[in-house]
């Protein structure tokens, strides 16, 4: 009896302990979550590259199973990014028209949103996350 006491309040003990830890340092407003390469990146060019940039595309293919490594390394002209001047990067300078044809390169530009966060996952070191 005194063992199953002993071990109900061990067990009491660890699950409050447990409690006091969570909360508060969770989320905290200084640390915003990291741009995500599958969730944030990948989305942009399925809507917005790939009925181009296919696996019939000369240069560059963007379609999920291979977008990451074309741009990192295996793609014709890469690497197509630079995580020490992100606005250098070939991906940046064609989605933003510094290098023309701006990409996409018929229909409208992308908007200045998606423009920013593929700047940003690039600068956050262009992680396959
Ligand atoms: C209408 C078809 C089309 C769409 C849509 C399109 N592209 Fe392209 N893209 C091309 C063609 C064709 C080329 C190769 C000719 C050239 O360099 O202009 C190219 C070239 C590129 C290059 C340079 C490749 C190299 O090795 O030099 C990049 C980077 C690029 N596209 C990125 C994108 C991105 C990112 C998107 C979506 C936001 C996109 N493209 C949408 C047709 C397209």
Redesign the pocket.
Known sequence: MKRILVSIFLITLIFSACRKDSGPYINTPDEPEPVSFANDIQP??D???????DEN????N?KSCCSWYE?SAT????P?LDTINPEQS??F???TGV???V?????SP?AQT?IDI?KKWIEEGAKNN
Do not use: E, Q
């Open positions: 942009i060019f809507s917005y590259c790939i009925s181009c940039h595309h000369s240069y560059l963007l741009l793609g014709y002209n890469a197509y070939t991906l300078k064609r989605i290098v023309a044809p990409m996409p390169s018929t229909g992308l998606d593929i």
